[in-house]
C-alpha cells in the first residue's frame, strides 16, 4: 500500500487494512480519500472496504478489475488453487471448501476506465493505463511522470507471474512489456511488492527486470 496525504485529502494505492495507517488519516483530518487499484488480486484491495467504512472515498479502477471485484468471491485468496493439484479428490474437495468459506465482500468501483484515465489531484497528474497479462484488469500508474506504480510488473529480480487466473503471455508480450521497456530511466518504479528503484537501474533478462547498481 501506497499513501500520501494533501490538504486533507488523501491518495490511497492498493490499500490494506491498517491501523498504522488509520492513525496518518485521522491525525492529518483527512476528510476524502481516492483509492487507485493497480489491478484486482485479492492481497491489492483487501483494504478497499475497510476504508469505504470510515471515510469519503472514490475508487477507481481498469474496467475489467472493476467487474473482477464486484463478485465477493472474486475478492477470496487464490492461492490455495495450486494446493489441489497433486491432491486426492476428498483432499481437493477439503481445499476449495475452505476457500470457498473465507470471507469475502463485493467492492464497488467508481470511475472506471477501459484504456486510459487521467486526473489530477491536489496539482499532481495522474495517469492510469491499463496493461494487461498479469490479470486482465492491470494497471500502470503515473504519478506526475516521476513515480509509476507498478503493482506487480517490475518487481526487480523477480519474474512476472502471468500463471494465475486470467494471465496472458502473449497479451503481456504485445502489448504491456513494450510499455514497461519503454519507459525512461529517470521514472521511479514503486512496486507492489518489494523495494522502489529507478529504471535505470534495471534490465530485462529471460522474463525478468534485473536490479543492478549504477
Same mark, same amino acid.
Not at 11 to 40: F, N
Not at 85 to 108: C, G, H, N, V, Y
Not at 134 to 144: A, C, E, K, Y
Not at 184 to 212: I, Q, V
Given at each position: 500500500?501506497?499513501?500520501?496525504?494533501?490538504?486533507?485529502?488523501?491518495?490511497?494505492?492498493?490499500?490494506?487494512?491498517?491501523?498504522?495507517?488509520?492513525?496518518?488519516?485521522?491525525?492529518?483530518?483527512?476528510?476524502?480519500?481516492?483509492?487507485?487499484?493497480?489491478?484486482?488480486?485479492?492481497?491489492?484491495?483487501?483494504?478497499?472496504?475497510?476504508?469505504?467504512?470510515?471515510?469519503?472515498?472514490?475508487?477507481?479502477?481498469?474496467?475489467?478489475?472493476?467487474?473482477?471485484?464486484?463478485?465477493?468471491?472474486?475478492?477470496?485468496?487464490?492461492?490455495?488453487?495450486?494446493?489441489?493439484?497433486?491432491?486426492?479428490?476428498?483432499?481437493?474437495?477439503?481445499?476449495?471448501?475452505?476457500?470457498?468459506?473465507?470471507?469475502?465482500?463485493?467492492?464497488?468501483?467508481?470511475?472506471?476506465?477501459?484504456?486510459?484515465?487521467?486526473?489530477?489531484?491536489? &496539482?499532481?497528474?495522474?495517469? +492510469?493505463?491499463?496493461? $494487461? =497479462? !498479469?490479470?486482465?484488469?492491470?494497471?500502470?500508474?503515473?504519478?506526475?511522470?516521476?513515480?509509476?506504480?507498478?503493482?506487480?510488473?517490475?518487481?526487480?529480480?523477480?519474474?512476472?507471474?502471468?500463471?494465475?487466473?486470467?494471465?496472458?503471455?502473449?497479451?503481456?508480450?504485445?502489448?504491456?512489456?513494450?510499455?514497461?521497456? &519503454?519507459?525512461?530511466?529517470? +521514472?521511479?518504479?514503486? $512496486? =507492489? !511488492?518489494?523495494?522502489?528503484?529507478?529504471?535505470?537501474?534495471?534490465?530485462?533478462?529471460?522474463?525478468?527486470?534485473?536490479?543492478?547498481?549504477?
Amino acid at each position: 500500500m501506497y499513501l500520501l496525504v494533501e490538504n486533507h485529502e488523501a491518495l490511497i494505492i492498493d490499500p490494506h487494512k491498517s491501523m498504522e495507517a488509520l492513525a496518518v488519516l485521522r491525525e492529518k483530518g483527512v476528510k476524502h480519500i481516492h483509492i487507485l487499484l493497480t489491478h484486482e488480486h485479492f492481497d491489492h484491495v483487501t483494504g478497499v472496504n475497510w476504508l469505504k467504512e470510515q471515510f469519503n472515498t472514490t475508487v477507481i479502477c481498469q474496467k475489467k478489475c472493476a467487474e473482477s471485484i464486484a463478485v465477493a468471491k472474486n475478492n477470496r485468496p487464490f492461492v490455495f488453487f495450486p494446493m489441489v493439484e497433486d491432491k486426492t479428490e476428498q483432499e481437493k474437495r477439503e481445499i476449495i471448501s475452505f476457500f470457498d468459506a473465507l470471507p469475502a465482500d463485493a467492492i464497488k468501483a467508481d470511475i472506471t476506465f477501459a484504456e486510459e484515465y487521467d486526473f489530477t489531484w491536489q &496539482g499532481h497528474e495522474i495517469k +492510469l493505463v491499463s496493461c $494487461p =497479462g !498479469h490479470s486482465p484488469g492491470s494497471t500502470l500508474i503515473n504519478f506526475d511522470n516521476i513515480h509509476v506504480f507498478t503493482g506487480d510488473y517490475v518487481i526487480p529480480n523477480t519474474p512476472v507471474i502471468l500463471r494465475f487466473p486470467g494471465g496472458d503471455k502473449e497479451i503481456y508480450r504485445k502489448k504491456t512489456l513494450p510499455v514497461l521497456l &519503454g519507459m525512461s530511466d529517470d +521514472l521511479m518504479m514503486m $512496486p =507492489g !511488492h518489494g523495494e522502489p528503484c529507478l529504471r535505470g537501474s534495471l534490465t530485462y533478462e529471460c522474463g525478468c527486470f534485473m536490479k543492478y547498481e549504477n
